[in-house]
Antibody, heavy 120, light 107 residues
Framework: EVHLLESGGGLVQPGGSLRLSCAAS????????MAWVRQAPGKGLEWVSE????????YDADSVKGRFTISRDNSKSTLYLQMNSLRAEDTAIYYC?????????????WGQGTLVTVSS | DIKMTQSPSSLSASVGDRVTITCRAS??????LNWYQQKPGKAPELLIY???TLHGGVPSRFSGSGSGTDFSLTISSLQPEDFATYYC?????????FGQGTKLEIK
């Protein structure tokens, strides 16, 4: 059974940093692209970042480019999102999602999410 | 960026009704269109990919159609567990983009 467990969310001040993690199990982690998708309170879904199976290619939304960095450790089956220079508009639930493919495609499994709140 | 627009934004219906949600892309995306269901407090779940292919385990009352710029999700006979928010998503190009969502409520 596929399982994705996010951690690392919390309250951070504007301009601060946070690192999210997503521990994966139940599938061959190194064979699939992985992504972060966020949802601001009461709002819709926004694709944030995605990474290829070997980590060699990454894709970022313009809204986070230069501030967020996605990475992965295939030996630990873990996905990361380093978030710097956080802004109030980054407040959201951040979901880890398994892509069906090796490039940005669509998501067949999602974690339960971790809440990031950016506020002073 | 490819903009995805869903209609309606909300919809009231009764158990047993047939409902259709539409999704329009700002440019042609072939059949690179996917549908998700999200229940309150839960993560989204994949329903349909490639416009019309049902994801494993999804009931057959769900169906998808369309190509190019216009797509639809149809639920043939609403069940109580179907009341949720539905999102379309294009994977024709990056950035991947979602529609704003359609909230399906009980009448």
């Amino acid at each position: 059974e596929v399982h994705l467990l996010e951690s690392g969310g919390g309250l951070v001040q504007p301009g601060g940093s946070l690192r999210l993690s997503c521990a994966a199990s139940g599938f061959t982690f190194s064979s699939f692209a992985m992504a972060w998708v966020r949802q601001a309170p009461g709002k819709g879904l926004e694709w944030v970042s995605e990474i290829s199976p070997n980590g060699g290619s990454t894709y970022d939304a313009d809204s986070v480019k230069g501030r967020f960095t996605i990475s992965r450790d295939n030996s630990k089956s873990t996905l990361y999102l380093q978030m710097n220079s956080l802004r109030a508009e980054d407040t959201a639930i951040y979901y880890c999602a398994k892509d069906m493919s090796t490039w940005p495609d669509y998501f067949d499994y999602w974690g339960q999410g971790t809440l990031v709140t950016v506020s002073s | 960026d490819i903009k995805m627009t869903q209609s309606p934004s909300s919809l009231s219906a009764s158990v047993g009704d047939r409902v259709t949600i539409t999704c329009r892309a700002s440019q042609s995306i072939s059949t690179s269109l996917n549908w998700y269901q999200q229940k309150p407090g839960k993560a989204p779940e994949l329903l349909i990919y490639a416009a019309s292919t049902l994801h494993g385990g999804v009931p057959s009352r769900f169906s998808g159609s369309g190509s190019g710029t216009d797509f639809s999700l149809t639920i043939s006979s609403l069940q109580p567990e179907d009341f949720a928010t539905y999102y379309c998503q294009q994977n024709y190009g990056t950035p991947l983009t979602f529609g704003q969502g359609t909230k399906l409520e009980i009448k």
